[in-house]
């Protein structure tokens, strides 16, 4: 069960949870390209290996797992798998 990055995270976009990430499949980290243009970040759903580390780190309380993802944000389970799709 991967865990999710939901509406909170958009407009902030801030890295904490990139670094502490054990596997990198939070984007885009602020050193590619497609940063700036990013509205919000992003987790790989194959990649997250659900450690629960970004979800404390997250400043705005944007990452849940994604059985726990609030029923308002519950479309940003797709939103983040198909950012990965492209």
């Known amino acids: 069960m991967p865990h999710v990055i939901t509406e909170p995270c958009i407009g902030t976009k801030d890295t904490s949870c990139v670094t502490v ?20 970040l992003y987790i ?3 990649t997250c290996i659900d450690c ?6 997250c ?3 944007a ?3 994604e059985d726990d993802v609030p029923e308002e ?7 983040n798998g198909e950012h990965y799709k492209k």
């Open 21 to 40: 990430c054990p596997v990198d499949c939070i984007h885009p980290r602020k050193d590619e390209s497609d940063f700036t243009v990013a509205v919000q």
């Open 44 to 46: 790989d759903p194959d």
């Open 52 to 57: 629960g580390l970004c979800v404390d780190e």
């Open 59 to 61: 400043p705005v309380k």
């Open 63 to 65: 990452i849940f797992p």
């Open 73 to 79: 944000w519950k479309k940003y389970i797709a939103i």
